[in-house]
């Protein structure tokens, strides 16, 4: 049985910083394209970051700079360091798995993330 788990969401405070994971299970993680999500209220989801199965990541414009993305292949799990955050970049943070197009693609149910004074 697949399984795709965010944690480490929750309220900060503008100008600090924050860890979200996704722990992933069922898959053969090594092989998979790792990307964050997030989606806020009113809008669309939006690819926040992502890192290939070699380790490079990519970043939108928005965050570039501010987080970063990393992946531990032995856990089978990633990460986002979010820092410097701002009001705009609240939203539920999702985590996707996707094998490059060769099988089936994974969502996780999202982790809140609130940056507010």
């Known amino acids: 049985q697949v399984q795709v788990v965010e944690s480490g969401g929750g309220l900060v405070q503008p100008g600090e910083s924050l860890q979200i994971s996704c722990a992933t299970s069922?898959?053969?993680?090594?092989?998979?394209?790792m990307e964050w999500y997030r989606q806020a209220p009113g809008k669309q989801r939006e690819l926040v970051a992502g890192?290939?199965?070699?380790?490079?990541?990519y970043y939108a414009d928005s965050v570039k700079g501010r987080f970063a993305i990393s992946r531990d292949n032995p856990r089978k799990t990633v990460h986002l360091q979010m820092n410097s955050v701002k009001p705009e970049d609240t939203a539920v943070y999702y985590c996707?798995?996707?094998?490059?197009?060769?099988?089936?693609?994974?969502w996780g149910q999202g982790t809140q993330v609130i940056v507010s004074s």
């Open positions: 996707h798995a996707d094998p490059y197009g060769t099988g089936r693609d994974y």
């Open positions: 890192i290939h199965s070699g380790g490079s990541p």
């Open positions: 069922g898959i053969s993680f090594g092989i998979y394209r």
